[in-house]
């Protein structure tokens, strides 16, 4: 399975921003995808996922009724659009996939990574 990430870049509060993944692999249609994001100088934390099997979704609290995710199976394509951001929401945002029928949100729980792609909020 491999991913790649794309659309970050520099936004102004309040603005908004829509990253992609892109996934391939012969079976990637039946793995979950999630978005981490990484701050400097903290830890790699859970932004959302959905799964492949029911497309159900999970947010973090800290992006809940601002960020959406959304899957496109044809083209296994993961989007994340981010609304209302923040300055905090400033990371370097990863796409990753997880095998299974369940959704589990722990870094250590995801198989495969994509590159990552910086997202700046200013203030």
């Known amino acids: 399975v491999q991913l790649q990430a794309s659309g970050g870049g520099l936004v102004q509060a309040g603005g908004s921003l829509r990253l992609s993944c892109a996934a391939s692999?012969?079976?990637?249609?039946?793995?979950?995808i999630g978005w981490f994001r990484q701050a400097p100088g903290k830890e790699r934390e859970f932004v959302a996922a959905?799964?492949?099997?029911?497309?159900?979704?999970y947010y973090s609290d800290s992006v809940k009724g601002r960020f959406t995710i959304s899957r496109d199976n044809p083209k296994i394509t993961v989007t994340l659009q981010m609304n209302k951001l923040e300055p905090e929401d400033t990371a370097v945002y990863y796409c990753?996939?997880?095998?299974?029928?369940?959704?589990?949100?722990?870094?250590?729980?995801?198989?495969?990574w994509g590159q990552g792609t910086l997202v700046t909020v200013s203030s």
């Open positions: 959905i799964g492949w099997r029911d497309s159900v979704t």
């Open positions: 990753a996939a997880q095998a299974g029928f369940t959704v589990t949100m722990g870094t250590y729980d995801f198989d495969y």
């Open positions: 692999g012969r079976t990637v249609s039946r793995y979950n």
